[in-house]
């Protein structure tokens, strides 16, 4: 499934949900920034934790997508059709002496100043399956620094060792986003500012996997009702209303610093998407996190 092109981004949701305004922001960001740089634009379902999806909403995000006229590059990759290749990583790992069984709770390691413990470091990664342990990633401490598209330079450390199997036997996010991100070839992740803390880590792996990170560039978050949380389905963020896909773009381009011209509101998604492709320019994006107007 490798498809190196000079660029080729991707829009990763999870279907806990349907798609809220934050997250058409992020996919049509993705697209937008891909497209202006003659790349691909690729979509891979984040189906890894079926406790936490709503059932038929995989479907109805791809729907929601395709009304808005962001059509994606190939197939759509599923995360849970891949857990054969996070158990070959994991094995790869195991054989290199980097990961652990770990038996801390969290707020164990916060005691421990954000660390592991040394006994769990230094046991074998026997996968015992026993709903008591998590394999975790020794990442060696110390920092990443990286430059974001619009966070400029950035400097996290790396301070957790990376979860890559949970303790209910469940592949962890974090291993299946940057084994996916590799084995599509993916060049640059334009995504929600919710996830920039999350870079660092991801950053070590792809390095401890042999790879070049990508580019990774942190958009704007649409904040909820009061300001204070980002929208998300937790917060009852209505889903997006697909009878409405162009003025919905409108108020999405208009979140991400463009100046709407007259009557684009009443043309067809794919005109509009063309239109904005067209003018995509990364410095007027507008940083700031906030709620739509
Ligand atoms: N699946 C993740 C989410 O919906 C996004 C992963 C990513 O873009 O790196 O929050």
Redesign the pocket.
């Known amino acids: 499934m490798n498809s190196k092109t000079p660029y080729t981004g991707r829009f990763?949701?999870?279907p806990s949900g349907p798609l809220h305004f934050g997250s058409l922001v992020c996919a049509l960001g993705s697209y937008l920034d891909a497209l202006a740089h003659g790349g691909h634009w690729l979509v891979r379902m984040?189906d890894l934790d079926p406790p936490r999806e709503e059932p038929g909403a995989a479907a109805r995000i791809l729907k929601t997508l395709e009304s808005h006229g962001l059509h994606w590059h190939g197939a759509v990759e599923w995360q849970s059709k891949r857990h054969a290749h996070y158990e070959e990583i994991l094995s790869q790992l195991r054989q290199r002496e980097l990961l652990y069984a770990c038996y801390c709770s969290r707020s164990q390691i916060r005691q421990n100043g954000g660390h592991n413990n040394l006994v769990c470091r230094t046991r074998d990664a026997e996968d015992k399956n026993d709903g008591a342990c998590a394999l975790r990633l020794n990442c060696a401490g110390g920092e990443e620094r990286f430059e974001d598209i619009w966070r400029g330079t950035k400097i996290q450390s790396v301070h957790e060792d990376t979860i890559l199997k949970r303790r209910d036997g469940l592949y962890a996010?974090q291993l299946a986003?940057v084994v996916d991100d590799i084995a599509q070839g993916i060049t640059h992740?334009v995504?929600g500012a919710d996830?920039l803390d999350t870079t660092a880590a991801q950053i070590r792996l792809f390095h401890l996997l042999g790879s070049e990170a990508p580019i990774f560039g942190h958009l704007p978050l649409v904040m909820g009702p009061g300001g204070m949380q980002k929208l998300s389905k937790q917060n009852h963020a209505p889903a997006i209303d697909d009878s409405k896909a162009a003025s919905n773009l409108c108020t999405a381009l208009d979140f991400l610093g463009f100046h709407i011209a007259d009557g684009l509101e009443q043309e067809a998604p794919e005109h509009i998407l063309k239109w904005a492709a067209a003018r995509w320019q990364r410095h007027q994006v507008d940083k700031r996190d906030r709620q739509l107007h």
Request: hydrophobic share 45%; charged share 20%; glycine share 0%.
């Open positions: 990763a949701p999870s984040e996010y986003v992740i995504r996830l």
